[in-house]
């Protein structure tokens, strides 16, 4: 009977996660259909081709998997520090600048060592600069409790800045008008998989995403951390080191934000113009809230994302609906995302 | 217990009359038909134990619970108090143990807090009205300093003018109102008082502090186990010493059924105290403190010298009233807080730097009071919390890996052993009732490895079967050679359970005296102050 009832609740429970994962998307798409008719519109042709081009259509699938890559790495950095109660909304920054410092040494390193060695030397450097941009944000929250949420939010502000200063006056390629660092050859960029245009970050970024959600599940130090994020109180109780976490959670997390930045660039740019800031970290924390910080649910969200990026610049293009339409989406689903995750709540609440 | 014999001396008017008022709560009555006359221009000491439901019935004053029998009635009318607006425009103004202040506000502007939204400031009219309560108050408060620059006892009385300033002229309820003042601020605030009742308000005072109590109040009643205990009036002119006065107070809060007079004096001679410690030949000392301070924030009560030893598989109680240093003794012998000075030994070895994790390595273990709050990782499995406190370590854990079919079998063996009742290992902790949780937490520290567990207030909140069972589990650890100490509030408990019971008051151990059953009102004594000079 007792196996009965845990069966029951399981599926339930199964059930539950369902809706609220698919509900939310639903309605924003709903709504952002409705809104697409008042703009004249039509939904269905709109959707249709956002399927089409983003996943469809084979040129359009290798554009959505390449988009995937610096997404799934700030989602493996996100995925870390909210998991230890840390809201580093600053990848934006630490990526962005990560992306400027692989992009202003990628070139001139590739001309006196190997080309695999400059790619790791720009792995490493990206990483170690997300982690430094993480410092302040750390330091404060260790040491003096300060609210991170504002202070990493910070940091990508001043951090946005700080990049278009390397690219305007120490990094800018003189052979160019725009103010832009110098362009790393795309034969020196990183390696394609066969005849395609999918660079090797793709799987670099599934492998970021299954290790993280492994270390985070399945090791002490990962269930350390949630301890940490879930209950700091219960984390001094049982003896850890709670600032020291702290410090380790921030590094890692925007370590791979970090790494996000020098895969972009490595893989795709190979140069970082003035005033180029693609903000993924803002997009991909509606996912990883969505996919409840697990590593799977998360690469899903992220490829369902890129299939919306991809297919909506075309669809856009086509149907005359401005760009930016992809982020009202977004934005809809954040919205509809805390309306269920409130529902979800209240009936907890009245059923436990 | 016919103790008001000196209701009789002069005709009083009554503030509010108290007419059988009960509240439940599940599982506990928290006022039991309790009636009581407060007099217009008295000052009224309320005393009693923690949980003998002081607080309740002040909240049932203030409008925040309603009573679920009986009737309050105040001038005459009976009145209805649904809510703390009702209190106020009764005339019952009440000023809670915590200074709820805002302190990046001006003086003047936190007791304009709270008036109509609809009007403009006021603060022409909010002046002389600070003025007029300055005079009654007789005190002298800058009105555009902020909360924060002032004195906790300055605030204490802006406090007081808050519950005055609408309302509050009937009666004015001091929750505590000296535990966060300094002896001159006490002073300070027994002239407010008295200032007050000269002007007809009548005063309700809740206080631990049995001195206090007789030196400020006119009259005192003493509530015990959720009821009325008795009343006393202590003649300051003539009858009764001032030692024969608080006794009487002492066994109407402690002595059990108010009946135990005669056994104060022989208490013990019949039971067979099992004394560890006694013996010195044989006793090993265990856990020893030497005069342990702390450092405390305002608000809290750090140490202060405090010593004792125990002995090996001797269970130690630590009586006293809640706050009185309790919770930064846990916390420092734990290794959770730091000690300004002297020094913690472990079997004669200084532990006093050790980490919380290497005191556990050594055998320490402690069972925090604070179960949801830092007890508990509320969202996690069961199993997870079981494993907590020993994450990364064998056999549940190897190269830091987790085990975690291991680990939800190990408890499921536990959830067995223990009776926790939860629909599985991998249920959130939260969702369990707190008696589970704590069965739990006993799981978690009662290991096999435990050789000093530090209970803190283990049965507080639980029902009676769970109570019982939280004592078994001590005893039988105590038996198994396990050295417990036993921090709780309740003295039955500590003298049913504990070899010797160290008194905590003011952040001192004011003294250790043998459980036996009798030491009632010893320990009453010195856990109120009363004992002290």
């Known amino acids: 009977m007792t196996s009965r009832y845990i069966n029951i609740g399981r599926v339930s429970e199964l059930a539950r996660s369902a809706i609220r994962i698919i509900a939310p998307i639903l309605l924003a798409l709903v709504v952002g259909g409705l809104i697409l008719v008042i703009l004249g519109k039509d939904p269905i042709a709109y959707y249709w081709y956002v399927v089409k081009r983003g996943l469809l259509s084979w040129t359009g699938f290798q554009a959505t998997l390449v988009r995937t890559a610096p997404l799934l790495f700030v989602a493996a950095g996100l995925i870390v520090a909210f998991r230890a109660g840390i809201w580093n909304l ?263 | ?163 005055l300033w609408r309302g509050g002229e009937r009666v004015l309820i001091l929750d505590e109102p000296t535990s966060m003042l300094t002896p001159q601020g006490v002073i300070e605030l027994g002239h407010v008082m008295k200032r007050l009742r000269e002007n007809g308000v009548a005063i309700v005072f809740v206080t631990h502090k049995l001195r206090e109590a007789y030196e400020l109040c006119d009259r005192i009643s003493v509530l015990r186990n959720g009821a009325f205990a008795g009343q006393i009036n202590p003649d300051h002119g003539s009858g009764m010493g001032e030692e024969e006065t608080i006794e009487q107070i002492i066994r109407m809060m402690f002595d059990k059924e108010g009946q135990s007079d005669s056994t104060v004096d022989n208490g013990g001679t019949n039971v067979a105290v099992r004394n560890v410690f006694a013996d010195s030949q044989t006793r090993s000392i265990s856990v020893a403190a030497k005069e342990v301070s702390t450092i405390a924030l305002p608000g809290e009560c750090g140490l202060s010298a405090v010593s004792f030893e125990v002995a090996r598989g001797e269970i130690f109680g630590i009586a006293g009233i809640d706050g009185n240093g309790q919770k930064h003794l846990a916390e420092v012998l734990a290794g959770q807080r730091d000690l300004a000075t002297g020094q913690i030994e472990l079997d004669g070895e200084d532990i006093s730097v050790l980490k919380v994790s290497e005191r556990r390595d050594r055998g320490f273990r402690y069972l925090t009071d604070d179960r949801v709050g830092e007890g508990i990782v509320s969202d996690h499995s069961v199993a997870t919390n079981l494993v907590a406190k020993s994450i990364g370590e064998n056999p549940y854990w190897k190269y830091g890996f987790t085990k975690w079919r291991a680990i939800f079998s190990f408890a499921r063996r536990q959830i067995k052993k223990y009776d926790i009742r939860t629909p599985s290992e991998r249920t959130s902790i939260g969702r369990l009732s707190g008696g589970n949780i704590q069965k739990a937490l006993f799981a978690r520290e009662m290991d096999d490895n435990a050789e000093i567990v530090l209970l803190n207030k283990p049965t507080y909140g639980l029902d009676l079967q769970n109570i019982a069972s939280a004592r078994d589990r001590i005893r039988e650890g105590a038996s198994r050679g396990i050295t417990t100490l036993l921090i709780s509030t309740e003295l039955e408990e500590l003298i049913d359970l504990a070899d010797r019971i160290g008194v905590m008051y003011q952040g001192q151990m004011v003294g250790i005296v043998e459980a036996n059953p009798g030491s009632e009102n010893r320990i009453g004594s010195l856990m109120t102050g009363a004992s002290l000079n």
Request: aromatic share 8%; glycine share 10%.
């Open chain 1, 90 to 352: 600053g990848v934006d920054g630490q990526f962005l600048l990560a992306a400027v410092l692989v992009a202003a040494v990628g070139s001139p390193l590739n001309t006196i060592i190997p080309n695999w060695a400059m790619i790791c030397i720009c792995f490493i450097l990206a990483a170690t600069i997300g982690a430094i941009w993480s410092l302040i944000p750390a330091y404060l929250k260790a040491n003096h409790g300060v609210n991170e949420i504002i202070t990493t939010l910070m940091m990508t502000f001043i951090g946005i800045s700080l990049a278009n200063v390397l690219i305007k006056i120490p990094f800018n390629d003189p052979a160019t008008t725009v103010p832009q660092t110098v362009t790393l050859a795309v034969e020196d960029r990183l390696p394609r998989l066969f005849d395609t245009i999918i660079h090797h970050g793709v799987i670099l970024g599934l492998l970021s995403v299954l290790f993280v959600h492994f270390l985070m599940t399945r090791t002490s130090f990962g269930l350390n951390l949630q301890v940490v994020g879930a209950n700091p109180k219960a984390a001094v109780h049982a003896g850890l080191n709670v600032r020291f976490l702290t410090y380790v959670a921030f590094g890692l997390s925007a370590a791979l934000a970090g790494m996000g930045g020098a895969v972009e660039i490595l893989g795709v740019w190979g140069t970082v113009r003035a005033d180029w800031d693609p903000a993924y970290g803002l997009l991909v924390v509606p996912l990883v809230f969505l996919a409840r910080f697990h590593g799977i649910g998360t690469i899903a969200f992220v490829l369902f994302f890129a299939v919306l990026m991809i297919g909506g610049e075309s669809a856009s293009r086509r149907l005359g609906v401005p760009t930016f339409f992809v982020l009202v989406l977004v934005g809809l689903l954040l919205m509809f995302l805390a309306i269920v995750e409130y529902l979800d709540h209240r009936w907890r609440q009245r059923t436990t």
């Open chain 2, 1 to 163: 217990m016919a103790l008001s014999a000196s209701d009789s001396k002069i005709h009083h008017t009554s503030a509010i009359e108290l007419r059988g008022i009960s509240k439940f709560f599940p599982g506990v009555v928290a006022n039991q038909d309790i009636t009581l006359d407060i007099y217009a221009g008295e000052i009224h000491a309320l005393l009693g134990e923690n949980g003998a439901g002081k607080s309740t019935l002040i909240s049932i004053l203030a409008g925040l619970h309603r009573p679920d029998a009986g009737t309050i009635i105040i001038g005459g009318v009976e009145r209805r108090l649904g809510s703390p607006r009702d209190s106020l425009l009764a005339g019952i103004g009440t000023v809670f143990q915590h200074v709820l202040l805002a302190p990046t506000l001006s003086v003047i502007e936190n007791l304009m807090l709270g008036g109509s939204w609809k009007n403009k400031l006021d603060k022409e009219s909010a002046r002389s009205r600070f003025a007029e309560l300055c005079g009654l108050l007789a005190v002298t408060i800058d009105p555009e300093a902020l909360v924060g620059s002032l004195s906790l006892g300055q605030r204490q009385q802006v406090e007081i003018m808050r519950a």
